[in-house]
Structures are given as C-alpha cells and as structure tokens.
C-alpha cells in the first residue's frame, strides 16, 4: 500500500494525490502501532518532498491556493508527527521549511481560514529541536513572538 501511496503523490494528477493523502492519513491515523515502522521510516524523504510540495500548492485554473490539497498535505505531516520514530527522522531543513511557511500563511491575510487553522495547529502541535525553532530567524527575522503579531493585532483575534 505504502509504494502504491508514493507512485500516486509522485504523479502529476491533482486528484490522485489528494486519494493518496487520504488513504495514508486513515491508516496512520486509527493505528497506534503502524505495522511496516521501517517501510515508512524508509520513504519518509520522499513523503517530505511531496509535503513540502503541496503545502504551496496553487490551482491550475485561477491561481489561487490549493485549499484541499494544502489541508490534505497537512494532515499528513501531522499524522507522521504523532509516530515518535517518524518524527524524530523528520529532515531539519524540512521542518525549518515547515515553520517558515506556518509563519509566512499566518503572516498572509489572503489564504483561506482552514489553511490558517491547520498551521496554526500544526505550529501547536509540532516537537521540532530547538536547532529547527532558532537556525536562521535571529540573523534574518524578528522574534517568533514579534512575527505572531499581524496588524498589530495577535494571530489568534484574525482567525
């Protein structure tokens, strides 16, 4: 099932990721004790790729951001956060990557409130080192608290 995922979120059609996403996140979501650990451990880098590729994902037709397809990817990196051997294998520049992005959606006014909530509630919920959390904002960023502020305003009184 885990190389049928992978082949559908490798391919180019919308609508077959959006299938893969769903059929994995069930599984690893109703499963404390995830059968095949090491086959996911194994295919953890490309599941990454294809996240980090979807968490920006913009429809074809107006431009607009994947509101579904982002959610979807989402979901999955939660559901792989929750498996402690999966989590602790996450890549550092990938969640670096995660934790820029939660703060660039939260910072943008623009993007839908589902898209918002769930980097909000992955940035709750999230256990990255402290290397992750602090690597490049003190040299090129404010404080995680200053950038938390939009408007003037906290995040959570916008959403």
Excluded at 24 to 49: C, F, N, R
Excluded at 117 to 143: A, E, I
């Amino acid at each position: 099932m885990l190389e049928s995922v992978v082949q559908q979120l490798a391919g180019q059609s919308r609508d077959h990721r959006l299938d893969a996403y769903i059929a994995l996140i069930g599984p690893l979501k109703a499963y404390e004790d995830i059968p095949d650990i090491h086959a996911l451990q194994g295919k953890l880098g490309l599941l990454t790729q294809f996240i980090q590729r979807d968490v920006v994902a913009v429809t074809a037709s107006t431009g607009a951001s994947d509101t579904v397809l982002i959610t979807q990817a989402l979901k999955m990196l939660m559901a792989l956060m929750r498996i402690p051997s999966a989590a602790q294998k996450l890549n550092q520049e990938f969640c670096a990557f995660i934790v820029d992005r939660s703060i660039d959606v939260l910072e943008d006014g623009k993007l839908p409130k589902a898209v918002v909530n769930h980097h909000l509630y992955l940035l709750g919920q999230q256990d990255f080192s402290r290397k992750v959390m602090t690597s490049k904002w003190p040299s090129t960023y404010c404080s995680f608290e200053d950038r938390l502020l939009i408007d003037g305003r906290p995040i959570p009184a916008r959403v």
